[in-house]
């Protein structure tokens, strides 16, 4: 019988995207810009976070955000009202970036001119887990109305998260979540975590999440 020749492409396509992620990083170093990878759910909040931060930030840095999504404009718009320039990536049905598209996205939006950008990755908690972005930090959001059940679902996002932001705290009151539980089960996947419970829509916590970015801005644009 003959021996076929099997090929992990799985795993090439990993080790491709990972070489390509080193080199998106070093030339982030170079240029000074901080690239924050944000991820979520879709419904968790992502925009409304960022309208929030770009408010708090916008007179301290010069920012910019890549809206990434399969269609449409309507985050990038928002983001252009809330004071911050922004450019749409449509990813032609793809549920996450990668590092070739991160790096597309910031060669056209000229990122170098930029001190602190925001890559909105597509909302899904798969997917975007799995492809490093180049980023100089990952960050997702955790909506008290998805559950505290997510980081057993989803172990791999939480793990490759510097951050964690449980939002939409304001609503409680109407569901069923355990914050004992959440902070337990992402510390166990990931005990580097910092994890801060925030309402994007009231600001209740929201000041940690601003300081925590200065932090590491300052820290990569300085280093």
């Known amino acids: 019988m003959s021996e076929f020749k099997v090929i992990e492409i ?10 390509e992620a080193d080199k998106v990083r070093e030339q982030l170093k170079k240029d ?3 690239l924050l990878n944000l991820m979520s759910s879709p419904g968790s909040g992502k925009t409304t976070t ?8 916008k007179d301290e840095y010069k920012m910019g955000v890549m809206e990434a999504d399969i269609d ?4 990038a718009r928002a983001i252009e009202e809330a004071g911050a320039k922004s450019i749409q990536l449509h990813t032609g049905g793809m549920c996450h970036l990668d590092a070739g598209m991160t ?11 930029f001190e602190f950008v925001v890559l909105e990755n597509v909302g ?13 930090k990952n960050a997702m959001i955790l909506s008290v109305p998805e559950g505290d059940d997510k980081p ?25 979540f355990d914050d004992e539980a959440v902070v337990e089960r992402i510390k ?26 200065r932090g590491q801005i300052n820290a990569w644009n300085n280093d």
């Open 50 to 57: 960022l309208k929030a931060t770009i408010k708090a930030l």
């Open 188 to 213: 166990k996947l990931n005990p580097k975590a910092e994890i801060f419970f925030v309402s994007a829509k009231t600001g209740e916590g929201m000041d940690k999440w601003f300081d925590w970015l």
């Open 10 to 19: 799985k795993r090439s396509v990993f080790e491709n995207n990972d070489r």
């Open 152 to 176: 057993l679902k989803y172990p791999l996002m939480f793990s490759i998260c510097d951050c964690v932001l449980i939002n939409k705290i304001d609503t409680k009151s109407v569901f069923d």
């Open 103 to 113: 790096k597309q996205g910031l060669d056209s939006f000229d990122a170098s001119d």
């Open 124 to 136: 899904n908690l798969v997917c975007p887990a799995e492809f490093d972005t180049g980023a100089s």
């Open 32 to 34: 000074r810009t901080f």
């Open 72 to 75: 449409s404009d309507v985050d």
